[in-house]
């Protein structure tokens, strides 16, 4: 098989690096092999980054004009939606449903930002002293850098590279070394969009070579990526040592509650996909449930009765609900966290299992699974999992609720389930996260900010508040009636 060919300033040539190979986690299948990129690539991709950026060309472009660049891209991707999904879902094994719903997020994203760079204005600030005018106005940063995650790897490409374009600056994307194959594929729709060359660069490689030496590239001047929480703060330390901003979304380890009103098969139905959708592989997986013990069984009963119907399949088959996890590592971890509950006493309601017949057994699958019998002191309640792992806690007592929800170094999301609205926001007023969904989860929309507390991360993507993310502000005096400063006489 050839290898494929990166993107670096507008070329496309063999990566200069070790060898890579994409595989099929459903099968271990080949997806592709391609080259990493070398640290030449890297510099060539910064320095036609800095150049293209300040190309006189790019940066009086009219933001309707670089808005019709993000709709052609939004337009590309409906038009080959069921092709790219499939890609999607042989990259990272998420089912073809889902895979889908990130393909249309991506172009809904491109399409948002398009719309929004036309929004933005400066302001005529009010002076404190007579004689003088005011503004403040956005401008572009320059050269940033995108470090994205392998669980969602087109909707998080696009939600850092749409806003950054639309902004004005010219953006390098390191794509997770077990997912690089969408954002190439990305590369080539914003090429076919028209995007002037070196203002888009795709390096795969290891984040430890080439992630690493991305950040600290003396011409990258932001520092956007969204993945663990350990290199999550070795990034913030090379950003602080730059002094130049970064946006970090990263880990989770999110409560979902049930109040004692709370519709029962509603919630168990939220609850399930809230954890169980994409494997559980997400930031925002709602992985410690606690429940008013008033209705704890009835709705435990409920929640085992839908995870074991949950069927596990092949991704490109309709009617699947759950995929592979990513790796055989990564299935290991999870499989030695459900040990771990065991031993920490842990009941095992359902699940647990690695899967050893039939097609299941040649992937990484892993068994929904749900825990009982712990608290929220044991380490699976304390360490994000990212796979598909419930562990259910009753409740007596509000205040403690919320002690022990907020009882956690992370603060991302949440989820409230009740019938009575004004219960639920008081209570969300209390919790330390950054996004509370009640009797709803996992639902998003490009224009609302979003991005965690505590160690889950720093900054905001999304809305207005995220496209500002990409941009740095410039404050000007216009002294009116040009009058003669005194002081030197």
């Known amino acids: 098989m ?19 190979v994409s595989t099929f986690p459903a099968d271990g299948s080949l997806n592709g092999t391609l080259h990493a990129a070398s640290l030449e690539d890297l510099d060539d991709a910064v ?18 004009q670089r808005g019709r660049i993000l709709q052609r891209v939004a337009d590309l991707i409906e038009q080959q939606v069921d092709d790219l999904a499939c890609q999607q879902s042989r990259d990272n094994g998420k089912p073809l ?16 930002f398009a719309s929004a760079c036309e929004l933005l204005e400066g ?34 490409e696009m939600q850092k590279i749409a806003p950054a374009i639309a902004a004005g600056n010219a953006v390098i994307v390191k794509p997770a070394e077990a997912t690089p194959l969408m954002a190439l594929v990305l590369a080539r729709l914003f090429e076919q969009a028209g995007l002037p060359a070196g203002l888009l660069s795709v390096l795969p490689g290891k984040g430890a070579i080439i992630g690493d030496a991305l950040a600290r590239h003396p011409l990258v001047r932001k520092i956007s990526f969204t993945g663990g929480t350990r290199t999550g703060r070795y990034l913030a330390h090379v950003a602080a040592e730059k002094l130049i901003p970064a946006s970090l979304e990263l880990g ?42 008033s209705c704890y069984q009835p709705l435990v009963e409920k929640l085992v009765a839908l995870t074991r119907g949950l069927r596990l399949g092949h991704p490109l088959e309709a009617g699947t609900h759950i995929g592979p996890l990513i790796t055989p590592e990564h299935r290991e ?46 380490r699976v309640c304390q360490e994000e999992i990212f796979g598909p792992v419930l562990v259910v806690m009753p409740f007596d007592d509000e205040q403690h609720l919320v002690a022990e929800a907020n009882d956690s170094v992370y603060g991302l999301a ?12 008081m209570l969300a007023d209390q919790l330390e996260v950054g996004t509370v969904w ?41 002294a009116l009636g040009n009058p003669v400063n005194r002081w030197c006489e």
């Not at 320095?47 to 309707?64: E, I, S, V």
Request: hydrophobic content about 40%; glycine content about 12%.
């Open 2 to 20: 050839t290898p494929l060919e990166i993107f670096v300033a507008g070329q496309w040539r063999l990566g200069g690096g070790e060898p890579m």
């Open 47 to 64: 320095n036609g980054a800095d150049r293209a950026w300040r190309d006189p060309a790019w940066r009086q472009m009219l933001p309707h």
């Open 97 to 112: 449903q889902e895979s889908r719903g990130l393909v249309m997020s991506a172009a809904g994203t491109a399409r948002y």
């Open 123 to 156: 302001e005529i600030t009010t002076p404190r002293q007579p004689g003088v005018m005011t503004l403040s106005r956005y401008e572009p940063i320059g050269v940033v850098a995108a470090i994205t995650p392998w669980n969602s790897p087109i909707a998080s």
């Open 252 to 293: 989770g380890k999110s409560p979902t509650i049930v109040l004692d009103d709370a519709d029962l098969d509603q919630a168990a139905h939220g609850i399930c996909y809230g954890i169980f959708s994409s494997a559980g592989q997400a930031c925002i997986a709602g992985s410690r449930l606690f429940v008013h013990r």
């Open 333 to 378: 971890s999870v499989r030695r966290y459900v040990a771990m509950a065991r031993e920490e006493g842990g009941e095992i309601l359902c699940g647990g299992q690695v899967p050893t017949t039939g097609e299941l057994a040649r992937g990484n699958w892993f068994e929904p699974t749900i825990i009982a019998g712990l608290t929220n002191k044991a």
């Open 414 to 425: 949440a989820g409230i389930w009740t019938t009575r609205s004004d219960r639920a926001l």
């Open 438 to 478: 009640i009797n709803t989860y996992k639902q998003f929309s490009v224009s609302t900010p979003f991005g965690g507390f505590k160690e889950s991360g720093l900054g905001r993507e999304k809305g207005i508040q995220g496209l500002k993310a990409w941009m740095q502000q410039k404050s000007v005096y216009l």
